[in-house]
């Protein structure tokens, strides 16, 4: 027997979680593949230096990038303790560019460290500086889209608001309560509850 009110519908899955296991099958088929193309044509003691090589330079790439975020961590924290001294805010650094993109580095080391041949590829690629801003510029455009369309209520709602906090400029949403404007006269409530309702 049914009646008025329907049953709510299942949410609907989102692309990524459909494709992904599909992308990623068909990716480590391709890698399969192409490394016995590779080894046939050079043979395996080729493949398995090229697997080494890559093990190698992506650990490089990572140590290297690791230090640079604990250099660059480092030398923010001992600005701000300069600024707290002198008494002024500290201020957030704008360094646009190659240099702040160590999360993109270390993807490209780990890339490098995956056994393959398109994920050595794609390492390679992420280790140009050039290629590390225009897919750092991309992925800030889609999260800032991606925050900006989120419904109230949710994480990213909340990392939004959370983030609109930062003192680098930017206009922050809020609502400003001014304590020295003059306040209307509250009631005197009634401490004694009701006998009756």
Do not use: C
């Not at 296991?21 to 990716?27: N, R, S």
């Not at 270390?106 to 393959?116: N, T, V």
């Not at 225009?134 to 949710?154: C, L």
């Amino acid at each position: 027997m049914t009646t008025g009110a329907s049953a709510p519908l299942a949410p609907q899955r989102s692309r990524a979680r459909t494709f992904l296991p599909l992308g990623i099958a068909a990716w480590l088929v391709l890698e399969i593949w192409l490394l016995t193309v590779v080894a046939n044509a050079a043979g395996g003691l080729t493949v398995f230096l090229l697997l080494v090589a890559g093990a190698v330079l992506g650990a490089t790439v990572i140590k290297r990038a690791g230090r640079r975020a604990f250099a660059n961590l480092t030398g923010t924290f001992q600005r701000a303790q300069e600024a707290a001294r002198r008494g002024e805010m500290p201020q957030a650094d704008d360094r646009a560019g190659a240099e702040d993109r160590n999360g993109f580095l270390m993807l490209g080391g780990l890339l490098l460290m995956i056994p393959g041949l398109l994920s050595d590829a794609a390492g390679l690629l992420l280790l140009i500086p050039q290629v590390r801003a225009a897919v750092g510029r991309y992925a800030e455009k889609r999260v800032e889209r991606r925050m900006s369309a989120a419904p109230p209520g949710s994480l990213q709602d909340a990392f939004q608001q959370a983030r609109i906090h930062r003192p680098d400029g930017k206009v922050v949403q809020g609502e400003v309560i001014r304590e020295d404007a003059p306040q209307a006269p509250r009631e005197p409530r009634d401490p004694r509850p009701p006998l009756m309702p």
